[in-house]
């Protein structure tokens, strides 16, 4: 088995060869294999089987084509010679012009070490960046360099950037190698990325994002066909192994959930995907379980993000569907809008909180993310099968059981408040020397919040009591 992890600068690249255990159809799998947790349709392969002694098999060093002598910046800055060189043991210092940033650091060293090692490009399977440095707050640096693959096709690369300081690095490293030692690191998710400026937070000194509204569109539907695509591809291989020969479709999981950044979007997701089955179907099949949809056979995907007869049909044709598998999860975004990076597990609460552990026993739950940029996964969880009381399964229904009675309970407020909170979060953004304005006892009991910032930006933070 071949691996490859490679922290680089800010960068990390894993490659991947290993196979993971068959899937089975949820129609045909024991109950044993059902359980809850973040899986596809596959039981856990045996340890054995599993990636050993994962570790650095190559490193790539870039930096900058410039430096500054620190005896010449000593005497420039008029400071005490051996200052630098002495006191901090630094001959020499590099640095970036205006011409170079994050990004283009780690394009270079991504393209540099994949050029020197001759590894294919579509045989890459999660690529981690590790920094302390953003350019935007929202955009990852990762989705800047899926451009480097975008010849070879290769989109599904898991692994995104994680920002701390000087750990950035470290925590990459632990995630790669964690990946390729666990049964998660293939054959459980569809994935896609790309770089696309769809919604993005270029302006550090704002709280608020720079949005294509048409083109995010366009990105989440394209993600959306292609994890999907990738998803019930592993699974039909693997199903293949295991001798049976069937599409994997919607029918194989009892309920989907999806990002939501506005309800009316999932519903036209779940449309989506019912069209992606239409589409790899058999024309027999087509006739039979897609009425409505038969005019449309000889489309293609990418044609039909603003093809309004299409939504129109395919809407009509999944009504049933979304009622049955997805509707429930959307109360809490109806009730409170889009929770950005909550929102598919808002879905999943809602989920939840709008069925009986008995209801949910031994189901597949289907779950679309996605966040601009892009990255974007299908996954699935398995529901255990034991819904006894007492059981996890039905403490966890339990504990989100409350969520209607939890949003009833909130205060409304008319537009001339909510625009009055909102400029005050204007004024105070990036603001020192002060204590938020408002009453915490509107807040809901035990909820921590913002007492005061220092004039050295330090925050504190107190709770209203339970």
Known sequence: ???????????????????????????????????????????????????????????????????????????????????????????????????????????????????????????????????????????????????????????????????????????????????????????????????????????????????????????????????????????????????????????????????????????KSLARLMFNDFLSSSSDAQNSLYKGLEAFRGLKLEDTYTNKDVDKALLKASLDMFHKKTKASLYLSTHNGNMYTSSLYGCLASLLAHHSAQELAGSRIGAFSYGSGLAASFFSFRVSQDASPGSPLEKLVSSVSDLPKRLASRKRMSPEEFTEVMNQREQFYHKVNFSPPGDTNSLFPGTWYLERVDDMHRRKYARRPV
């Open 1 to 267: 088995m071949q691996r490859l992890l490679t922290p680089v600068r800010r960068v990390l690249q894993v490659k991947r060869v290993t196979q993971a255990a068959p899937l089975t159809p949820a129609r045909l799998r024991p109950a044993a294999h059902r359980r809850l947790s973040a899986v596809s349709a596959a039981p856990l392969p045996k340890t054995d089987t599993w990636p050993k002694d994962v570790g650095i098999l190559d490193l790539e060093v870039y930096f900058p084509a410039q430096y500054v002598d620190q005896t010449d910046l000593e005497k420039y800055n008029k400071v005490e010679a051996g200052k630098y060189t002495v006191g901090l043991g630094q001959t020499q210092m590099g640095f970036c012009s205006v011409q170079e940033d994050i990004n283009s650091l780690c394009l270079t060293v991504v393209q540099r070490l994949m050029e020197r090692t001759g590894v294919p490009w579509d045989a890459v399977g999660r690529l981690e960046v590790g920094t302390e440095t953003i350019i935007d707050k929202s955009k990852a640096v990762k989705t800047v360099l899926m451009e480097l693959f975008q010849d070879s096709g290769n989109t599904d690369i898991e692994g995104i950037d994680t920002t701390n300081a000087c750990y950035g690095g470290t925590a990459s490293l632990f995630n790669a190698a964690n990946w390729m030692e666990s049964s998660y690191w293939d054959g459980l998710r569809g994935t896609h990325m790309e770089n696309a400026y769809d919604f993005y937070k270029p302006n550090l000194a704002s709280e608020y994002p720079l949005v294509d509204g048409k083109l995010s569109i366009q990105c989440y539907l394209r993600a959306l066909d292609r994890c999907y695509a990738a998803y019930r591809r592993k699974i039909q291989s693997q199903w293949k192994q295991a001798g049976i020969n069937q599409p994997f479709t919607l029918d194989d999981v009892q309920y989907m959930i999806f990002h939501t950044p506005f309800c009316k979007m999932v519903q």
